[in-house]
């Protein structure tokens, strides 16, 4: 098993996650986060005050899944998450020991 972290800009959730969707992934865990990379942020005048927005809105997602299902869902984000402008975000993938579903007890590629 796999988890894939995504963290991407937010208007691009809903066209990530029918991607994920059409590739036949259930389950997604959806995070509301704050960050910064390369773009460093950026400044804004409010009341004739310039202020510094250091970090920018972002989603991070997760999702645990099997390992013939990664090299598609890596692509299925990357393809829904692109605009080609700086902040569009970093996919990142490692490698799950177990999983339980606490309901019924289920482990491994059962519990997800």
């Keep these: 098993m796999k988890k894939i972290e995504a963290i991407i800009k937010p208007f691009k959730l809903d066209e990530v996650k029918e991607a994920l969707h059409e590739i036949g992934l259930q389950g997604i865990t959806v995070i509301e986060a704050k960050g910064f990379g390369r773009q460093k942020g950026h400044t804004e005048l409010y ?41 569009d975000g970093k996919i990142f993938i490692t490698t799950v020991e177990q999983a339980i579903r606490i309901r019924t007890g289920e482990t491994g590629n059962d519990a997800i």
């Design 47 to 87: 009341r004739g005050a310039e202020y510094v927005v250091d970090f920018l809105p972002k989603v991070k997602l997760e999702v645990v899944l099997e390992d013939d299902l990664v090299e598609r869902a890596v692509e299925a984000i990357q393809t829904a998450a692109h605009t080609g402008r700086i902040g």
